[in-house]
């Protein structure tokens, strides 16, 4: 039984380019969060989607990225015309869907992509 | 809004040596997850355990324990016998538990983390 799988596991680009980073969540799953670890801290929430559906974007940075979930396919988190800044690990992770009002609350995490910004 | 705060950024231990990791949160919910992560220097995040507000009760894993206190909101992790494999990042984590259709009610809110260094 896979885990969440990301890809790349390390991406380099030059300023300016664009970067896709994609996520295939468990078997199962259908609820996928992208997370931010900036160099020596802790995750940052981005954005949870569902099935061709962002629920949450609240912690996406309002220019340049952009997150999609198809219906077919792996989540892909895509940041355009990348700056230095945006160098940090990209945790995607998943978790099954919830039933009635029962939150599981348990998120599973992939390996991460780093990003390196040249 | 919440908040989980890891006071201690980085601690060092000699192997066998007992250890606990403070973790102190903010929320306003009376309903809440809490979590521990560890991150080793390869870099993905094994989950260690969750804990659900309404369950006080400390729990033991092998040589890893945890105490929740509500009265202090905190939920602290110690490693008993520590052993060099255990170096890593630590992280607490809270969740809230509300509407399904809130993105919040899944949200982590990571602390910063504990660098955790077990020298032999």
């Known amino acids: 039984n896979a885990g969440v799988m990301q890809n790349p596991r390390h991406l380099v680009r030059r300023r300016g380019q664009e970067a896709r980073l994609r996520c295939s969540p468990m078997k199962g799953h259908s609820h996928v969060y992208w997370y931010r670890q900036l160099p020596e801290e802790g995750l940052k929430f981005m954005v949870y989607?569902?099935?061709?559906?962002?629920?949450?974007e609240s912690g996406m940075p309002k220019e340049r990225f952009s997150a999609e979930f198809p219906k077919e396919g792996p989540s892909i988190l895509r940041i355009q015309q990348v700056v230095r800044g945006d160098s940090a690990a990209y945790f995607c992770?998943?978790?099954?869907?919830?039933?009635?009002?029962?939150?599981?609350?348990?998120?599973?995490f992939g390996e991460g992509s780093r990003l390196t910004v040249l | 809004a919440q908040k989980v705060t890891q006071a201690q950024t980085e601690i060092s231990v000699v192997e066998k040596e007992d250890v606990t990791l403070d973790c102190v949160y903010e929320t306003r919910d009376t309903t809440y997850y809490l979590f521990w992560y560890k991150q080793p220097p390869s870099g993905e995040l094994v989950f260690l355990i969750r804990?659900?507000?309404?369950?006080?009760q400390n729990e033991i894993s092998g040589r890893y324990s945890w105490n929740f206190q509500k009265s202090t909101s905190s939920f602290n992790f110690t490693i008993t016998a520590s052993q060099v494999v255990d170096s890593a990042v630590y992280f607490c984590a809270l969740s809230e538990a509300g509407p399904i259709s809130s993105g919040s009610a899944r949200q982590l809110t990571f602390g910063s983390g504990t660098q955790l260094t077990v020298l032999p």
């Open positions: 989607l569902q099935k061709e559906n962002i629920i949450d």
């Open positions: 804990r659900n507000s309404f369950d006080e």
């Open positions: 992770a998943s978790s099954p869907p919830v039933v009635a009002s029962g939150i599981s609350g348990e998120l599973f």
